[in-house]
């Protein structure tokens, strides 16, 4: 996804990007999105772990909450990961269409926003919860009725 970034923004082939970043005395690297991909990758087995092995333990809303936060910390994962690359091809051209690389990101981003929504909404669930237990046996403000 950063070379297709890399392309969308320079307008240019990838090996002429990349020819032409390494002219221009700019850095090119594929490992900050092999990294990305690999702990992405690693993440979300680790979820997966967790969720099937501590099923009894963990509830549903907090592996819903878990996945989630994982989906909304990739944008911002990318982004960083992907920046040293895109600012190259930003120095090497002039002319360069950010736009373009910001539309083929897009659905990341949507996708990190709407998971974020999600995880906030799913780590409500304990409090309602406990807000809802508290109202229905009087114990909120102070109230001294038996439950």
Same mark, same amino acid.
């Given at each position: 996804?950063?070379?297709?970034?890399?392309?969308?923004?320079?307008?240019? +082939?990838?090996?002429?990007?990349?020819?032409?970043?390494?002219?221009?005395?700019?850095?090119?690297?594929?490992? +900050? &999105?092999?990294?990305?991909?690999?702990?992405?990758?690693?993440?979300?087995?680790?979820?997966?772990?967790?969720?099937?092995?501590?099923?009894?333990? =963990?509830? &549903?809303?907090?592996?819903?909450?878990?996945?989630?936060?994982?989906?909304?910390?990739?944008? +911002?994962?990318?982004?960083?990961?992907?920046?040293? $690359?895109? $600012?190259?091809? &930003?120095?090497?051209?002039?002319?360069? $269409?950010?736009?373009?690389?910001?539309?083929?990101?897009? +659905?990341?981003?949507?996708?990190?926003?709407?998971?974020?929504?999600?995880?906030? &909404?799913? =780590?409500?669930?304990?409090?309602?919860?406990?807000?809802?237990?508290?109202?229905?046996?009087?114990?909120?403000?102070?109230?001294?009725?038996?439950?």
């Amino acid at each position: 996804m950063n070379d297709w970034a890399v392309v969308a923004a320079s307008g240019m +082939p990838l090996d002429t990007t990349i020819a032409d970043m390494k002219a221009a005395d700019q850095q090119y690297s594929t490992i +900050p &999105g092999l990294v990305f991909a690999a702990l992405g990758i690693l993440i979300s087995l680790v979820w997966g772990a967790i969720t099937m092995w501590c099923r009894a333990i =963990l509830p &549903g809303w907090a592996s819903l909450a878990l996945w989630a936060g994982i989906l909304a910390f990739g944008a +911002p994962a990318y982004f960083f990961t992907s920046f040293a $690359n895109l $600012n190259s091809v &930003g120095d090497t051209y002039a002319d360069w $269409n950010s736009g373009a690389a910001f539309t083929l990101e897009v +659905p990341l981003y949507a996708i990190s926003g709407f998971a974020f929504l999600i995880a906030v &909404g799913a =780590l409500t669930v304990p409090l309602a919860k406990t807000v809802a237990r508290k109202t229905s046996t009087g114990q909120w403000h102070g109230d001294k009725k038996s439950a």
